[in-house]
């Protein structure tokens, strides 16, 4: 564990994570996160920051002539969210739970204590189960105060609270959740923010499971998705993938079209190492995100120590995307946007073998060839969303 106050300590495990910090580095207040910001920043918080929220959840009466942007559009996004908007908001007092308060659905630790075996059986065994709860992936690493949030914040009130992970839980479980690959390929549109919404209704109902069964094992877990810390960070020491242009985690099974989320317990377990498939390489010489984006919110230089605004961390050398300029986006367009996820040569149906082969040549020297032949075969292109809803009655196909 880091000693938090020398926060950047460096970890044994760093170099291999390919983790870069500097005297700069503080730990990041979760205030200045861009979400948080659009509650109390008023360079950041307007009518249309104000609509953005409205429109997620009332009931929907949006409707533009666009396609991707009709009442049922809007409504399927909706839908989508709503199961985790029910856990967010389910002990009200002004919680949000997963966003910037740790889940608080499970129940009492059990005063009974299985017995798992050595660290590596019972991680073999927690990683079963997590899969059998919903996860797609799932790794283990260990508590890094580096990565938690200096302070939680209060949307409500605008308060600083102290941060609710209590000492002793030294080991995260990492999860990550895909999102549905054709809703995506349909973004930006009220229709593809839907894919999101399906990742983080079954991201939340997975941590709250997998954080009972340790419970019930007699052990201490706390569920968290975006609250208490930032995951991805965890998710690349628990080797669930690499760091890439576009600020997102990019794992080997569904590039970067993943949810995360993590579970903080003390039951003793194995952890897991960072692991490497040439995605740093790939992405100094593709930069298709940050040419697409929009809103122009992502680098197209080197990873450096450079930081737009204060929604970026200090001292962390990397790729940092420009979130005011990113959310300015969501907030014009009333939806949020995944172009940088579409986009990216790495979202992929990797049940295809082909893909799996230009996976494993993108991490060689051939990758200047995949990456052209990417472009080629035109990956990564926008679907329209009238298409999406009627694909499966055009091309005669069952519906999934
Ligand atoms: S979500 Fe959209 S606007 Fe934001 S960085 Fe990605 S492509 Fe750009
Ligand atoms: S689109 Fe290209 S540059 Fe951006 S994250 Fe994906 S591989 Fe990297």
């Given at each position: 564990m880091t000693d938090a106050a020398n926060p950047i300590q460096r970890d044994p495990t760093d170099q291999e994570a390919g983790f870069e910090l500097n005297d700069e580095f503080e730990r990041f207040p979760q205030k200045n996160e861009m979400f948080r910001r659009s509650w109390w920043d008023p360079t950041i918080r307007n009518a249309k920051t104000e609509a953005f929220y409205r429109g997620h959840s009332e009931p929907v009466t949006i409707h533009r002539r666009s396609k991707g942007y009709h009442q049922k559009d809007y409504a399927i996004r909706n839908a989508a969210w709503r199961i985790s908007d029910v856990l967010t908001e389910v002990r009200g007092e002004g919680r949000r739970e997963g966003f910037t308060d740790v889940f608080t659905l499970q129940g009492d630790v059990s005063p009974r204590r299985a017995d798992l075996g050595d660290p590596e059986a019972a991680a073999r065994q927690i990683k079963k189960a997590a899969r059998t709860l919903g996860a797609a992936l799932v790794g283990i690493t260990h508590y890094d105060e580096r990565w938690q949030y200096s302070a939680r914040f209060h949307d409500g009130s605008g308060e600083e609270l102290p941060p609710e992970i209590p000492p002793g839980l030294a080991h995260v479980i990492v999860v990550a959740v895909p999102m549905p690959y054709d809703i995506m390929?349909?973004?930006?549109?009220a229709l593809g923010s839907a894919a999101a919404g399906v990742g983080y209704s079954r991201d939340a109902a997975l941590l709250i499971s997998l954080a009972q069964f340790i419970r019930d094992l007699g052990y201490r877990a706390i569920p968290s998705m975006?609250?208490?810390?930032?995951s991805i960070p965890y998710a690349i020491k628990a080797g669930l993938g690499e760091y890439g242009r576009n600020g997102l985690l990019i794992t080997k099974e569904y590039g970067p079209r993943v949810r995360l989320g993590k579970v903080y317990t003390d039951l003793p377990l194995a952890h897991d190492r960072p692991i490497h498939f040439g995605v740093q390489e790939f992405c100094r010489i593709c930069k298709r995100c940050a040419e697409s984006c929009p809103a122009k919110a992502l680098p197209l230089g080197e990873p450096s120590f450079?930081?737009?605004?204060?929604?970026n961390r200090k001292g962390v050398k990397k790729w940092s995307v420009n979130a005011e300029k990113c959310f300015g986006f969501w907030a014009a367009q009333n939806t949020d946007c995944a172009t940088c996820i579409r986009t990216c040569?790495?979202?992929?149906?990797?049940?295809k073998w082909w893909h799996r082969a230009a996976r494993r040549l993108a991490g060689t020297r051939l990758r200047r060839i995949i990456f052209a032949l990417d472009g080629y075969m035109g990956y990564g292109k926008r679907l329209r969303p009238d298409i999406w809803w009627e694909r499966e009655q055009q091309e005669g196909r069952p519906l999934p």
């Open positions: 390929q349909t973004t930006p549109s975006n609250d208490t810390a930032t450079k930081i737009n605004n204060i929604s040569p790495y979202n992929k149906d990797y049940s």
